[in-house]
């Protein structure tokens, strides 16, 4: 446990973004899911915009890498196009 008063604050800091940090982190690998799940291209399309969206929120946050971002939307979009 941290003795000095800045550091406390500190714990309490990192305590509140860690749960913030999952739970966009949570909500961005739960709408890539659902893209891979679904059969039907007009509903995967609409998933695959709350997908990218997601997916450049948690990015622009500094949760994932810039790579990661684009390797994610590269794949979902080549999934959803390549549907019947």
Do not use: W
């Not at 003795?3 to 999952?22: D, E, F, L, P, T």
């Not at 909500?27 to 997916?55: C, F, G, P, W």
Request: with cysteine; charged share 35%; proline share 1%.
């Amino acid at each position: 446990m941290p003795n000095i008063k800045s550091a406390k604050k500190r714990v309490k800091v990192i305590a509140k973004k860690k749960v913030s940090n999952n739970d966009l982190r949570s909500s961005m690998r739960t709408a890539i899911k659902n893209v891979l799940k679904e059969t039907d291209k007009e509903k995967a399309q609409e998933l695959l915009n709350i997908a990218i969206q997601r997916i450049d929120k948690a990015c622009s946050k500094g949760i994932v890498h810039k790579n990661y971002v684009a390797r994610q939307k590269s794949r979902l979009t080549k999934f959803v196009n390549n549907m019947k």
